[in-house]
């Protein structure tokens, strides 16, 4: 695996960290809800983590990461239709795709 897929596996693995230390051990939907920085922060990370998957599947279309093209379409929801995210959709993300996701990351970084 080359330099330039494992910054990029990096980059991700670094974001699903970030968002685990916004939301702490316990997770609720309300206290995300009512904060909007948090829901900006993370927005932001999955963000990153969609833009690196889309880097990823430019560098390699056969890399295993069952979400790819969801996370890219979740990133490509975020920064171009700002005004029409929907809250449950991300947190569905959180709660469903991203522990996925992040053991799929470090099967591969280890790899």
């Known amino acids: ?17 970030s968002i685990e230390s916004y939301l702490g051990e316990k997770r609720d939907f309300n206290v995300y809800m009512q904060s ?15 833009e690196a998957m ?23 929801r975020v920064i171009h239709g700002y005004d029409k995210i929907d809250d449950g959709i991300v947190w569905g993300a959180v709660v469903r795709h991203l ?5 799929e990351i470090s099967a591969l970084l280890q790899s």
């Not at 909007?36 to 969609?50: P, Q, S, V, Y």
């Open 54 to 76: 889309n880097k990823l599947d430019e560098i390699n279309p056969d890399l295993q990461i069952s979400s790819k093209k969801l996370i890219i379409g979740m990133r490509n």
């Open 99 to 103: 522990p996925v996701l992040k053991q």
């Open 1 to 17: 695996m080359g330099d330039e897929i494992k910054k990029y596996l990096f980059d991700i693995n670094e974001a699903i960290l």
């Open 36 to 50: 909007k920085m948090l829901r900006r922060a993370i927005e932001r990370e999955f963000e990153i983590i969609g």
